[in-house]
């Protein structure tokens, strides 16, 4: 680089010579490291959010298991269980996400500053996460859901 200036001019002091690569990298450094600590942060709570759906959903459909074993000792079907302790888990589910998608149009203003080349309010980013949580909390519903409707309905009316 300093040769290219010296075949030119042999006068010219020469310091701190940079191609624009770097002088555009060192600029933005900044901006990139908050975009990926924003990132993994995000990537965090994203998972925090499935575990919790996960773990609060399972938890209510095991305590559930004595009213799903009277249920089916009664007469009622496989299917129709599934679906109430489905319908019973997904609504407060659709209830959050609608929550989360608001706070997150609101909160995506704010951090606009710090978001580079996503616009706030993106679309793709914000049906990928609410497909996601939906999707755990329905897997959350239907795998316990499922197997305490298979466990014999005396076992479960001993259960507790």
Avoid at 46 to 55: E, F, H, R
Avoid at 69 to 81: F, Q
Avoid at 126 to 151: E, G, H
Wanted: net charge positive; charged share 15%; proline share 4%.
């Amino acid at each position: 680089m300093s040769n290219a200036v010296h075949a030119v001019n042999r006068d010219i002091p020469i310091r701190d010579i940079f191609a624009m690569d770097d002088l555009v990298a060192n600029s933005l450094s900044q901006q990139r490291f908050n975009m990926l600590l924003l990132g993994a942060f995000a990537g965090l709570a994203l998972l925090l959010a499935a575990v919790g759906i996960y773990s609060v959903l399972s938890y209510n459909v095991r305590r559930s298991v004595r009213e799903i074993g009277i249920r089916l000792a009664l007469g009622a079907r496989l299917g129709d269980v599934l679906r109430m302790v489905v319908f019973e888990g997904m609504k407060p589910t659709f209830i959050g996400v609608a929550i989360g998608l608001v706070g997150a149009l609101a909160l995506g203003r704010v951090l606009s500053s710090l978001i580079f080349g996503v616009r706030p309010s993106d679309p793709i980013t914000f049906v990928a996460v609410a497909i996601l949580l939906v999707a755990v909390a329905l897997a959350a519903s239907i795998l316990p859901a499922y197997r305490a409707a298979k466990v014999d309905p005396l076992v479960a009316l001993r259960y507790e």
